[in-house]
């Protein structure tokens, strides 16, 4: 099995940044795309960046110029540098992986247990 962890979330005033990084750990043979998912209170849970092994990045319209994903494959961690946030932003953050733990074994997708990210002044 393939656990994340995530971390890096807190409290953070209005143009402020924070970077959050999320670990896989466990019996990994193969990690494929992983990515970001923020939930807010009373919304559905939503893409926020994704980033394939080969290094392709995808965006939420809403986060475009001002996030930036990305992955250190030697340490199975994806990163989220967030800058310029907004209390919009405030949410919870998941980290998310699709994973092979061992060859010839179907591709299972993992989430994090999320963190706190919040906006405020």
């Known amino acids: 099995q393939v656990q994340l962890v995530e971390s890096g979330g807190g409290l953070v005033q209005p143009g402020g940044s924070l970077k959050l990084s999320c670990a896989a750990s466990?019996?990994?043979?193969?990690?494929?795309?992983m990515g970001w998912y923020r939930q807010a209170p009373g919304k559905q849970r939503e893409l926020v960046a994704s980033i394939t092994s080969g290094g392709g990045e995808n965006y939420a319209d809403s986060v475009k110029g001002r996030f930036t994903i990305s992955r250190d494959n030697a340490k199975n961690t994806v990163y989220l540098q967030m800058n310029s946030l907004q209390p919009e932003d405030t949410a919870v953050y998941y980290c998310?992986?699709?994973?092979?733990?061992?060859?010839?074994?179907?591709?299972?997708?993992?989430w994090g247990q999320g963190t706190q990210v919040t906006v405020s002044s």
């Open positions: 998310n992986a699709d994973a092979q733990f061992a060859w010839g074994r179907p591709v299972l997708n993992y």
């Open positions: 466990g019996s990994i043979f193969s990690i494929f795309t």
